[in-house]
Each structure stands twice: as C-alpha cells, then as structure tokens.
T-cell receptor, first 117, second 110 residues
Framework: GAVVSQHPSRVICKSGTSVKIECRSL??????MFWYRQFPKQSLMLMAT?????????EQGVEKDKFLINHASLTLSTLTVTSAHPEDSSFYIC?????????????FGPGTRLTVL | RKEVEQDPGPFNVPEGATVAFNCTYS??????FFWYRQDCRKEPKLLMS???SGNEDGRFTAQLNRASQYISLLIRDSKLSDSATYLC???????????FGSGTKLNVKP
C-alpha cells in the first residue's frame, strides 16, 4: 500500500508553545489529506480535511485558529497546534488516499504523540 | 444515532478459535467499507476492503449486508498476533468523508 510519513513521532512541549506536525505522502500525490486526533481508549476523531492549494475544511467543534492546517504541495500537509495546552495532549494521526490508484482506502501516518506540560 | 457502531468488546478467545465482529452503519447510501486494525499506541492499518460480493484474504473474511446495513469480519484460526482493535470504516457519500467505528478489541489468549 501507499506510504505516509509523519514527523515528529513524539513531542513534549510547554504550555503556550506551538507545535508543527508534518504529514507526507511518500510515493503518491494526495490533493486531500485528513487529520485525526485520538484520545486514550477512544476512536479516531476527524479534525479536518486538508485540501491542497485551498483552505482546510474543519469538523464541527474544531477551532481553525488553534489548529492551523497548510497543504502547500501534493505531498505535504502540516498541522500546527498553536498555544498548546495540556488538554491538547493527544495522538495526532494524518491520512491520505492514493487518488490515482482509484481505491477509497486511506493510508495512515504513524502518528504524533503530543504531550503538553 | 452514530454513523457507525461497533461492539467495543473485548472479545477474549483462545488460539485457534473463530471469531466474528459486526459493524452497523446508519446511512443506506454508504458506498465504501473497510476494516482496519489498530495496535495499541499505533496508527490504523488497512486490513481489507469490503466489497458487495464479500472479500476473503487468508484467515480473514469480510462480508457486506446492505439490506441490514452491516458489515462483518470473520477471523478463523485466531493467532496471538491477531490481538488488536479492529476498526470499521464507512464512506457514506464520497471518498472525502469517512466515519470510524469506536473499534472492537480482540484478545487472543494461548
């Protein structure tokens, strides 16, 4: 299957700082990528859909000014958690589809575990 | 009502057992269905797509029942390594919207 990378895999930061997470499709192009958050023992929650060359589409209840998404190329989307607080500590996962392959499957990055002190 | 519902389990089964999970979805217009496997503290990995005609891959069989709006996953001859959380994913309208079930936890014991 298609490969999606994510960086960093783990980050610990102080409250009030901003953290940028990168999501890359390594062997395919993706006009659309997805950002999820997962709290312990819960399912993935879609935060936003990242669209190459245009604004991201945010799910209800997700603050667009707090979770900045940039999808500047067909292989890279970034999520910036601004002014992070302890309640933002979570597992953030991105995914992408290989649109040229035609299937509907999503391929996930390995995730970023964010801990805000 | 949730878009996708799964029994959270856990299902505790001995090695070699056959186990089945179901997943119900609410939108009858749903187009695509998938089973993913997620290990603890890892990302989900695609296990298999679910086609209208069913899909089999080794010990794993997935079925779709459109009339009753559910998909199933059958695992035969369970291995210890099958222990994980199995996520049901449904794509209702187009490929840019996916709904995840909360996952079914499977524990395969020696």
């Amino acid at each position: 299957g298609a490969v999606v990378s994510q960086h960093p895999s783990r980050v610990i930061c102080k409250s009030g700082t901003s953290v940028k997470i990168e999501c890359r499709s390594l062997d395919f192009q993706a006009t659309t990528m997805f950002w999820y958050r997962q709290f312990p023992k819960q399912s993935l929650m879609l935060m936003a859909t990242s669209n190459e060359g245009s604004k991201a589409t945010y799910e209800q209840g997700v603050e667009k000014d707090k979770f900045l998404i940039n999808h500047a190329s067909l292989t890279l989307s970034t999520l910036t958690v601004t002014s992070a607080h302890p309640e933002d500590s979570s597992f953030y996962i991105c995914s992408a589809r290989d649109e040229l392959a035609g299937g509907g499957e999503q391929f996930f990055g390995p995730g970023t575990r964010l801990t805000v002190l | 009502r949730k878009e996708v519902e799964q029994d959270p389990g856990p299902f505790n089964v001995p090695e070699g057992a056959t186990v089945a999970f179901n997943c119900t979805y609410s939108n009858s217009a749903s187009q695509s269905f998938f089973w993913y496997r997620q290990d603890c503290r890892k990302e989900p990995k695609l296990l298999m797509s679910v086609y209208s005609s069913g899909n089999e891959d080794g010990r794993f069989t997935a079925q779709l029942n459109r009339a009753s709006q559910y998909i199933s996953l059958l695992i035969r001859d369970s291995k210890l390594s099958d222990s994980a959380t199995y996520l049901c994913v449904v794509n209702p309208y187009n490929f840019n919207k996916f709904y995840f079930g909360s996952g079914t936890k499977l524990n395969v014991k020696p």
